[in-house]
Structures are given as structure tokens and as C-alpha cells.
């Protein structure tokens, strides 16, 4: 079930090249998915009533083109399968005329957010938006570790990084990850693709770590909270 609504991304999203960052790109592409389980009722609220809530496992994304701040863009998403465990859904992001801007696929668990574990899927949920349940399982690019750490910067979570499942936002990790970086090197390039996997929550109190290796245009990330990893990522980079 293809789903797509109009969007003006707004100015107060832009960044000093004047388009939006990876973390706002990927909300606004999340804004249009939430828009379209809220229409099923089988959205937050219908969820928060089982004690349940979405957690993303894995991102992969393309990018052609950051949009700029001020233009009008289709955001788009289609629920592709279920099984027991997970969900897959795909995303994108597209000029009025339907040329695709950025591309991103997705995985999916429920939690329980009283025990913060694992739940089995409740198929009502996904086939309200037209998922099939498929017993396949979905595989993703294994990501490679980090053989050195050329930056380490920490990070304070501060309250309004916390979402409404109790835990920080996935697309703060995406701006630890950049802004590690260092303004001379965003500057001057642009992301081409990503490839990110969430492995532990990060919590409201604690002091991550932005890691990442520098290989030319290619990056490596790890988020990292007393020794243990949260998230993994790869980026590969355009020169601007």
C-alpha cells in the first residue's frame, strides 16, 4: 500500500549549505510513515495501548540530492512485510514531479516498554497498512568495524533528546555521527549513502561517544556509552 503526502520542508530546517541534514531528512521521511499509520489507527497511540512501541534495528539509505529549505517535496513510504519478529518498510523522498531525492528501507521490532524487551509482532498492525507476512528475513549489509578511531567526541543526552518510547531518538545518533566529523569536512562534502545499525538504547544521563574512522570518502561510526556500542554505520561521501 503506497502511501504519499506533499511537504514544504521549512526554512528553520536548513543548514548552512541552506538543505536539511541526514537527521531531518530521515524525520521528515519518518513524519510521512507516522501520517499513514495514524490514518490506519495503528499508529503511536494505538500501539501505546498494548504497552508497545517501534524500534528501528537497521537504516539503509541513498541520496541523491539533500532538499533545500523552501522546497516542495513528496515524502512517500510503503510497508513492504512482516514475520514474527520484524517489519520492513521503504521510504523516499521526491520532487513534485516524482524524480526520487533519497531513497531508504527499514527494519522494524516492537518492544515492550514495561520490560524493554523484544515482542512478537501483532500482524494487525502492519497489515493495516497493506504488509504481507513473509517467513523470509530481510538481510542487510553486514557493516564493517572500525580498525582505528581518528575522532572520539562525547556527548551529553539532554532531555529533549528523549522520545516517547523513553530512550533517545534514532536521528540523534545521525548528528553525533556527522557532527563528529568537523565543520571544515562537512563543509565540504555531501553524503551519498548510509548504512546504520542500532544495537543498544541510549538513555537519558548518559555520556555517548561519537567514533568514527576517516577513509577518503568513506566513514565509519560507532556510537559508544561505557565500553558498550549502540549503534554501527558506514557513510560514503561526495566531494562538493
Given at each position: 500500500m503506497i502511501y504519499e503526502e506533499p511537504y514544504t520542508i521549512p526554512f528553520f530546517l536548513g543548514t548552512q549549505k541552506g538543505n536539511v541534514n541526514l537527521a531531518m531528512l530521515v524525520n521528515a521521511m519518518l513524519m510521512g510513515s507516522e501520517h499513514?499509520?495514524?490514518?490506519?489507527?495503528?499508529?503511536?497511540?494505538a500501539l501505546l495501548a498494548h504497552g508497545l512501541?517501534?524500534?528501528?534495528?537497521?537504516?539503509?539509505?541513498t541520496i541523491e540530492k539533500m532538499p533545500p529549505v523552501e522546497s516542495r517535496v513528496l515524502l512517500g513510504t510503503q510497508a513492504r512485510s512482516y514475520n514474527k519478529l520484524m517489519t520492513y518498510r521503504d521510504y523516499w523522498l521526491a520532487t513534485p514531479a516524482g524524480q526520487r531525492l533519497a531513497t531508504m528501507r527499514g527494519?522494524?521490532?516492537?518492544?515492550?516498554?514495561t520490560t524493554r524487551k523484544l515482542a512478537p509482532i501483532l500482524?494487525?498492525?502492519?497489515?493495516?497498512?497493506?504488509a504481507q507476512f513473509d517467513t523470509h528475513v530481510q538481510r542487510f549489509k553486514r557493516l564493517p568495524k572500525l580498525t582505528k578511531i581518528d575522532v572520539d567526541v562525547p556527548y551529553?543526552?539532554?532531555?529533549?533528546?528523549i522520545d516517547g518510547n523513553g530512550h533517545v531518538n534514532n536521528v540523534h545518533y545521525f548528528e553525533w555521527m556527522e557532527d563528529s566529523l568537523g565543520a571544515a569536512f562537512l563543509q565540504s562534502h555531501e553524503l551519498a549513502t548510509v548504512r546504520i545499525k542500532y544495537a543498544r538504547e541510549v538513555t537519558y544521563g548518559s555520556t555517548p561517544h561519537a567514533q568514527a574512522?576517516?577513509?577518503?570518502l568513506t566513514t565509519r561510526h560507532q556510537i559508544v556509552t561505557a565500553g558498550q556500542i549502540n549503534a554501527e554505520?558506514?557513510?560514503t561521501w561526495r566531494v562538493r
Open positions: 499513514q499509520l495514524d490514518q490506519a489507527e495503528a499508529g503511536m497511540e512501541g517501534w524500534v528501528i534495528t537497521q537504516y539503509e539509505l527494519a522494524w521490532v516492537m518492544m515492550d516498554l500482524p494487525e498492525f502492519p497489515e493495516k497498512v497493506g551529553r543526552v539532554r532531555y529533549f533528546d574512522q576517516i577513509d577518503g554505520a558506514e557513510f
